[in-house]
């Protein structure tokens, strides 16, 4: 059903699994990229940003058996060279290094120490060249000793690759300490996003290494980082011929007694650009809203009929349920309704959990463009809680058909294709209540102006994170739809 939306496209913002990374190297060397250049390359990259944040300072590099080790020597190599006071300590034996690993090793022409705590004394910077990404078992031994000893001390930290104990695919955290900096190649990974991955990774920085360009394109990923390059150019603009009907007509399910709810879903909508926004509320709360909201509108209903007359008219393009409706059965009823009319749908908050005794219920019904933006204990309640969250995203989304928000500091976005986009930039002030209804309603107004679900979800979330950076610390979900105006001003401009 979702076949006729473009594939997003980012170059730039690609997140690669620890699998597609070993492809782009297989593809540069098939390429004409040796291995040895990828790596030589590699560990001048990270010498060269260690050199541009710290002062000269003595180091010890901590190399593991494979490639992240050999990325290590040369860094090693590098810092030594420009005069840094450099040790190197390695797990096993740098005889027991294979390929380009081995060649790198044997240009170090220092010591190599046994790993362990002890290692670390007098160094002012640690390299952890231990396993990189591609680990999937808990550290253990003297990898494991030597870092706790270094994650206990105020000796900042470099990671090649990832922290070694963060799952590259994942962001799981299996032993591993925090580091200032990573410094990965030629594309991140989910886990310098994902939590708890992303904060243990510090500082990001991606480094060229010489991967050619045409790699990405053969690669074909699938998982995205959030930024506007994903979907700026398809998002809605105000033209000089534009009237406020041609710029989309949002309905939100007004709950009661829960009211403030909705009116934030409503001004969230208005400000993302809707022409026209009304909020359908029970008779009894009509003086409630009517009170409270003047350029959104507010339109009563009595009996379900009533509901049902709203739904069937041709005047609105995109509709929100969920933000205080309440977990019964009329809320599970006006939820099918709204999707039997096959428009645009976003189900948020409550609409969600008013299926948690019947979830296939829920799957059955979609079949036009939806959107479900659960937190995390609503998403459990309705979808498999196992797993790591791009994983389960995926899968939700694969399951029900619709494109899946599993909100949090690290949102997962997921088509039921198979595409996903990770965000990043949701300052922590955004856990405030009704901050999750603001956002319902910014991907509502984005889709009732015809923006597509996948693109209108991603969107949205990221505009609802700038919009928070905006304010910084004291910010209140009300406060929210009055940023979005800067933001977008910015990505006009």
Same mark, same amino acid.
């Given at each position: %059903?979702?076949?006729?939306?473009?594939?997003?496209?980012?170059?730039?913002?690609?997140?690669?699994?620890v699998?597609?990374?070993?492809?782009?190297?297989?593809l540069?060397?098939?390429?004409?990229?040796s291995?040895?250049?990828?790596m030589?390359?590699?560990?001048?990259? =990270?010498?060269?940003?260690?050199?541009?944040?710290?002062?000269?300072?003595?180091? =010890?590099?901590?190399?593991?058996?494979?490639?992240?080790?050999?990325?290590?020597?040369?860094?090693?190599?590098?810092?030594?060279?420009?005069?840094w006071?450099?040790?190197?300590? %390695?797990? !096993?034996?740098?005889?027991?290094?294979?390929?380009?690993?081995?060649?790198?090793?044997?240009?170090?022409?220092?010591?190599?120490e046994?790993?362990s705590?002890?290692?670390?004394?007098?160094?002012?910077?640690? =390299?952890?060249?231990? #396993?990189?990404?591609?680990l999937?078992?808990?550290?253990?031994g003297?990898a494991?000793?030597?870092?706790?000893?270094?994650?206990?001390?105020?000796?900042?930290?470099?990671?090649?690759d990832?922290?070694? !104990?963060?799952?590259?695919?994942?962001?799981?955290?299996?032993?591993?300490?925090?580091?200032?900096?990573?410094?990965?190649? #030629?594309?991140?990974?989910?886990?310098?996003?994902?939590?708890?991955?992303? @904060?243990?990774c510090?500082?990001?920085?991606?480094?060229?290494?010489?991967?050619?360009?045409?790699?990405?394109?053969?690669?074909?990923?699938?998982a995205?980082?959030?930024?506007?390059?994903?979907?700026?150019?398809?998002?809605p603009?105000a033209?000089?011929?534009?009237?406020?009907?041609?710029?989309?007509?949002?309905?939100i399910?007004?709950?009661?007694?829960?009211?403030?709810?909705?009116?934030?879903?409503?001004?969230?909508?208005?400000?993302?650009?809707?022409g026209?926004?009304?909020?359908?509320?029970?008779?009894?709360?009509?003086?409630?809203?009517?009170?409270?909201? @003047?350029?959104?509108?507010?339109?009563?209903?009595?009996?379900?009929?009533d509901? /049902?007359?709203?739904?069937?008219?041709?005047?609105?393009?995109?509709?929100?349920? /969920?933000?205080?409706?309440?977990?019964?059965?009329?809320t599970?009823?006006?939820?099918?309704? %709204?999707?039997?009319?096959?428009?645009?749908?976003?189900?948020?908050?409550?609409?969600?959990?008013?299926?948690?005794?019947?979830?296939?219920?829920?799957?059955?019904?979609?079949?036009?463009?939806?959107?479900?933006?659960?937190?995390? !204990?609503?998403?459990?309640?309705?979808?498999?809680? #196992?797993?790591?969250?791009?994983?389960r995203?995926r899968?939700?989304?694969?399951?029900s058909?619709?494109?899946?928000?599993?909100?949090?500091? @690290?949102?997962?976005?997921?088509?039921?294709?198979?595409?996903?986009?990770?965000?990043?930039?949701?300052?922590?002030?955004?856990?405030?209540? /009704?901050?999750?209804?603001?956002?319902?309603?910014?991907?509502?107004?984005?889709?009732?102006?015809?923006?597509?679900?996948?693109?209108?979800?991603?969107?949205?979330?990221?505009?609802?994170g700038?919009?928070?950076?905006? #304010? /910084?610390p !004291?910010?209140?979900?009300?406060?929210?739809?009055?940023?979005?105006?800067?933001?977008?001003?910015?990505?006009?401009?």
């Amino acid at each position: %059903m979702f076949s006729s939306e473009p594939v997003l496209i980012g170059r730039h913002t690609a997140l690669l699994t620890v699998r597609q990374m070993a492809d782009a190297d297989r593809l540069s060397v098939a390429a004409g990229v040796s291995s040895f250049e990828l790596m030589s390359s590699a560990g001048a990259a =990270v010498a060269n940003e260690i050199q541009r944040h710290w002062t000269l300072r003595p180091v =010890v590099v901590l190399c593991g058996p494979g490639n992240n080790g050999g990325d290590g020597f040369v860094t090693a190599h590098w810092l030594a060279k420009a005069g840094w006071p450099v040790r190197v300590a %390695m797990l !096993g034996s740098r005889f027991s290094l294979k390929g380009e690993a081995r060649q790198h090793s044997q240009r170090w022409k220092g010591d190599v120490e046994a790993l362990s705590p002890s290692v670390l004394e007098g160094a002012e910077l640690i =390299v952890d060249a231990l #396993f990189g990404a591609g680990l999937s078992r808990p550290l253990e031994g003297p990898a494991l000793e030597t870092l706790a000893a270094a994650g206990l001390g105020s000796v900042p930290i470099v990671a090649i690759d990832t922290p070694s !104990g963060v799952i590259g695919d994942t962001g799981e955290a299996l032993g591993a300490v925090r580091a200032v900096l990573t410094v990965t190649f #030629f594309r991140k990974k989910p886990g310098h996003l994902l939590l708890p991955g992303r @904060d243990l990774c510090g500082e990001v920085v991606v480094a060229d290494i010489g991967t050619p360009k045409a790699v990405a394109d053969a690669i074909a990923p699938l998982a995205f980082e959030n930024h506007p390059e994903l979907w700026l150019a398809n998002l809605p603009r105000a033209r000089a011929d534009t009237d406020k009907h041609r710029r989309g007509h949002a309905l939100i399910f007004g709950g009661y007694p829960m009211t403030g709810a909705a009116r934030l879903a409503g001004r969230g909508a208005a400000r993302a650009g809707a022409g026209l926004t009304t909020i359908a509320v029970p008779e009894i709360a009509l003086p409630i809203y009517a009170a409270a909201l @003047d350029s959104i509108m507010v339109r009563p209903w009595v009996t379900p009929e009533d509901f /049902g007359h709203l739904l069937n008219g041709s005047r609105f393009s995109a509709w929100l349920i /969920g933000p205080g409706a309440g977990v019964d059965k009329e809320t599970f009823g006006h939820v099918l309704a %709204m999707l039997a009319t096959g428009r645009p749908t976003v189900i948020d908050a409550d609409a969600i959990t008013a299926f948690q005794d019947d979830p296939g219920a829920l799957d059955r019904a979609i079949h036009g463009p939806c959107i479900l933006t659960p937190h995390e !204990g609503e998403f459990r309640r309705v979808f498999d809680p #196992f797993g790591d969250k791009l994983t389960r995203t995926r899968a939700a989304a694969r399951r029900s058909g619709a494109v899946v928000v599993l909100k949090g500091s @690290d949102t997962v976005i997921a088509a039921p294709d198979g595409r996903a986009i990770i965000n990043a930039n949701a300052p922590s002030t955004l856990a405030a209540a /009704g901050s999750g209804d603001v956002l319902s309603g910014i991907i509502l107004g984005l889709l009732a102006q015809g923006m597509t679900a996948f693109a209108s979800a991603a969107a949205g979330v990221w505009l609802h994170g700038a919009a928070a950076a905006e #304010f /910084g610390p !004291g910010l209140l979900a009300e406060d929210l739809p009055d940023l979005l105006p800067a933001v977008f001003r910015r990505l006009y401009s």
